[in-house]
């Protein structure tokens, strides 16, 4: 597209000062003709640049002036470089944009991002593993989510037609959240083995966020693997290692006067929020349901009968 090489052409010219029309032509793969008349447009649109003839000669902004093609603010391209330069080790393509963008900046804002870009690395590897790979079928996916194209994949057996709203990468673990002739469904991509996008354009929500959406898919999904609850009550000092201990799983009901505090703590089973709890012995009382302080009582007595002696 013309656009696009006219944006190129420019951010060349602000990267090295002065081109000539065959530097151009053969760094953006075009005719040398195609980029004299690309420069000749950018002059008749405004932008100021002219031509130097002569030996050494070329084209070049006038005074050296410089065109911020971003409209990114100081603090915006810092945190957008801060945020897009892990990715770029592993991207070429974000790599490229980067580079691209760093040639739109005005000079003030180069060196910070320039910085930002470097002072992160992002090793989602653990200690004594190897690097995951992101499986191929992402990126079919994320190309259908783009194109806004309905899918027919096979799930567990079955053949689907979904409309795919996004895809959602948690922990290594990918997810394509879609909509369904049943509402919306929540796919594992590991689980999807087969996927052909479709010519039909997709329904889509129009007013649809995907992190909200996502929120909810978690919420939901921890209510049904943890239905059962207990209230306890503790020491108001030792709020934050119980949320630690359970995460999400521990809701703060009450701040009682004595300093305590009563939380609302979740899990599969009794026995699962009793074993979490028994080492806290003294420091916590389980006011109910009866099932957990069951399980502790039991819990007790074989520690006793092992350990009086």
Same mark, same amino acid.
């Given at each position: 597209? $013309? ?27 075009? @005719? ?10 950018? *002059? ?25 093609? @971003?409209?990114? *603010? ?21 790599? *490229? ?51 806004? $194209?309905?899918? $027919? ?65 978690? &919420? ?5 693997? @943890? ?34 505090? $009563? ?23 389980? &006011?109910?349901?009866? @099932?957990?302080?069951? &399980? ?14």
């Amino acid at each position: 597209m $013309r656009a696009d090489r006219l944006v190129a052409t420019l951010l060349l010219m602000q990267a090295r000062g002065r081109v000539t029309a065959r530097e151009l032509a053969v760094e953006l793969e075009i @005719s040398v003709a195609t980029a004299r008349r690309d420069l000749e447009a950018l *002059s008749a649109a405004g932008v100021p640049v002219y031509p130097q003839p002569g030996r050494g000669g070329g084209w070049q902004l006038v005074g050296g002036a410089r065109t911020d093609l @971003s409209g990114l *603010s100081a603090g915006e391209a810092q945190a957008l470089f801060l945020l897009a330069g892990p990715a770029a080790a592993a991207a070429p393509e974000v790599k *490229s944009a980067l580079r691209k963008l760093m040639g739109a900046l005005p000079g003030t804002f180069r060196a910070a991002a320039e910085a930002a870009a470097d002072a992160v690395v992002v090793d989602q590897a653990g200690w004594g593993e190897r690097p995951k790979d992101r499986p191929p079928m992402v990126g079919l996916l994320r190309d259908a989510v783009v194109a806004r $194209r309905r899918v $027919r994949l096979t799930y567990t057996g079955r053949e689907r037609l979904v409309d795919p709203w996004g895809l959602v990468d948690k922990n290594d673990v990918w997810y394509l959240v879609a909509g369904t002739e049943k509402g919306r469904r929540t796919f594992r991509v590991d689980r999807i083995t087969a996927a052909a996008p479709t010519a039909e354009p997709a329904d889509r929500p129009t007013d649809l966020e995907l992190a909200k959406v996502w929120e909810e898919v978690v &919420e939901e999904v921890e209510k049904r693997r @943890s239905p059962l609850t207990a209230d306890v009550l503790l020491d108001r000092r030792h709020l934050g290692v119980m949320r630690d201990r359970f995460g999400r799983h521990c809701e703060l009901v009450a701040e009682l006067p004595d300093d305590r505090v $009563r939380v609302r703590v979740a899990a599969p089973a009794p026995i699962m929020i009793a074993q979490e709890l028994a080492g806290w012995g003294a420091l916590v009382e389980v &006011e109910g349901p009866a @099932s957990v302080r069951a &399980e502790l009582a039991r819990l007790g007595a074989e520690l006793v009968a092992r350990y009086a002696r």
